[in-house]
């Protein structure tokens, strides 16, 4: 790892004496985001970053890339209004490498709270009206079509893949899409309406709305998680809003019906968000009560405006009220809620990027007291990350469907073998089942192995999840044999003999989810989940 560096800068209107510490912000990314992290851990443990101006500071990668390393290091540079990514900002860093951090951190959010003093002023020129209210801020980077290596090309396919490519760029299209991402000759030959012709740099490429809708699907999902978890202890409720995004500045290199159709699918795509949302338990989303879509509606666009119809029934249909008018984000629009709004950032800059109402994401910032700063990992040194879970995309049913059938393949095999080898030899059929164990173990062990290790794996993580997201009302509803269980897996991992009391303990039998729960919030180092639920089973 020696030599590996680079330069973090401060955003326009920061410097060294800029802090802004706010533990109440958080990053937060799907769950699969965390091994994508794992894969460029190996590549980048070790590296040291100048920041600033600071005389001699360093932000130094340990052994494990974090989310908030991850926001840091990908959006370090001091404004970006062109999509070029500034690589001589790294030093013996792959370029690759440097591709896959833009295109990750697309896939996380930043969420705080702040005090809007105004709000309007863009563009820049335009009046500002005074407002001093709370607003939630969910910073949420867009699919870039600005230059060949942004995130958009993602989306886009060209001849023999003709595009920069990151380190990640299979892992985030089969976990955002669901499956692999299709050839250039497959587009051609397909004849549904997924692909849509258009060019981009000069270069003819198609369009793929199915993947296209996923990505937005997940920001939408995302987005509404986060500000949901954030806000779960307010006594109002939430109006959110979900700018249109990435389909301004973003797109101005993409052309023909690609780009002519870009808000239609963007609509669509928001759709979709909305169904597998909805798919959450309601006490994951209940804190959502309005849905705004500012700037959405076009004149005469029918496929866009029965779009809109059709997300306005389906929140009629779960009391959930609905607009879409052209107000500004942080412009009060329901006194009954709280403003909460996503930003239209950068991946390559802090949220703010350019100042001076030069953007969305610059009037956002501008209008807040803390103008941003406190969604800045590098001057809010308490910034707090979480993973969450996302509704299942295609890719994860089928790898949970897969599981399921080689279990019961094994399984069917051991049953048939049984029977075979019990007549051919007359053996009883236990003692035929456990030969045909023992030798079918010899060859699928490994694999049943890891297997289970992976399901266990997954199911500890769901369990700790869940009490993640509790509210401290639903932690003081737990029963006593759930938060003793909770309690009996914390202290597990603290010695053998407490380990071995967690085997016969009747509670951990009783709430397996609550015990699981505890180990993996032990071995999170969870502090915080740890005494809720504890201080609640002591009350």
Avoid at 107 to 135: M, R, W
Avoid at 517 to 528: D, S, V
Wanted: glycine residues 6%; aromatic residues 10%; contains cysteine.
């Amino acid at each position: 790892m020696a030599g590996k560096s680079g330069i973090i800068q401060f955003r326009v209107g920061q410097n060294a004496k800029t802090v802004a510490n706010d533990k109440a912000v958080q990053i937060f990314a799907p769950h699969w985001v965390e091994k994508a992290l794992e894969k460029l851990s190996e590549k980048l443990k070790g590296s040291t970053f100048a920041i600033g101006n600071r005389n001699g500071a360093k932000y130094k990668i340990a052994d494990k890339l974090t989310l908030i390393d991850l926001v840091a290091i990908a959006r370090n540079e001091s404004a970006n209004t062109t999509g070029i990514i500034q690589y001589d900002q790294y030093n013996g860093i792959d370029k690759k490498i440097i591709i896959a951090l833009r295109d990750l951190v697309k896939h996380c959010v930043i969420v705080g709270k702040d005090v809007a003093t105004h709000f309007g002023g863009y563009p820049a020129g335009q009046p500002k009206s005074k407002l001093n209210k709370e607003v939630y801020v969910c910073d949420l980077p867009g699919l870039q079509f600005q230059q060949l290596d942004n995130t958009g090309r993602h989306v886009l396919i060209a001849v023999n893949n003709d595009f920069p490519q990151g380190d990640l760029d299979q892992e985030i299209y089969l976990n955002t899409v669901g499956e692999n991402k299709p050839t250039y000759s497959d587009a051609r030959k397909n004849k549904t309406n997924r692909f849509i012709k258009g060019t981009f740099k000069d270069k003819e490429v198609y369009f793929d709305t199915q993947a296209y809708y996923a990505f937005i699907a997940q920001d939408f999902i995302l987005a509404a998680k986060a500000l949901h978890i954030q806000a779960k202890n307010e006594e109002k409720e939430l109006n959110f809003k979900f700018l249109k995004y990435g389909a301004g500045f973003f797109a101005e290199d993409l052309e023909g019906e690609a780009k002519n159709q870009l808000s239609e699918h963007l609509t669509k795509g928001v759709l979709l968000g909305l169904y597998q949302w909805l798919k959450l338990p309601l006490a994951q989303r209940n804190k959502i009560k309005r849905i705004e879509l500012p700037f959405y509606k076009e004149v005469d666009n029918v496929v866009i405006e029965n779009t809109l119809n059709e997300i306005a029934s389906i929140c009629a249909q779960h009391d959930i009220e609905f607009s879409a008018t052209n107000q500004d984000a942080l412009a009060q629009t329901s006194k009954k809620y709280i403003t909460a709004t996503t930003n239209c950032s950068d991946p390559h800059a802090p949220t703010g990027n350019e100042m001076h109402y030069g953007s969305v994401d610059a009037a956002i910032a501008e209008n807040l007291a803390r103008k941003g700063n406190n969604f800045s990992p590098i001057c809010n040194k308490e910034m707090q990350c979480q993973f969450l879970t996302i509704p299942v995309n295609k890719y994860q049913e089928i790898k949970k469907r897969q599981t399921q059938e080689i279990l019961k393949d094994f399984f069917t095999l051991l049953a048939i073998s049984a029977c075979l080898v019990g007549a051919h030899y007359g053996l009883g059929l236990g003692l035929a089942l456990g030969l045909i164990v023992k030798v079918t173990l010899v060859f699928a062990g490994v694999g049943l192995l890891r297997t289970g290790r992976e399901l266990f794996k997954s199911f500890k993580r769901d369990q700790y999840q869940t009490y993640v997201e509790k509210s401290s009302d639903e932690i003081k509803q737990l029963s006593g044999t759930q938060q003793a269980a909770f309690d009996i897996g914390v202290n597990a991992t603290k010695s053998y003999g407490s380990r071995v009391y967690s085997f016969v303990a009747w509670q951990a039998y009783r709430s397996p989810k609550a015990y699981y729960a505890g180990l993996e919030a032990q071995q999170e180092n969870n502090e915080k989940l740890i005494r809720k639920v504890h201080c609640a089973r002591n009350k």
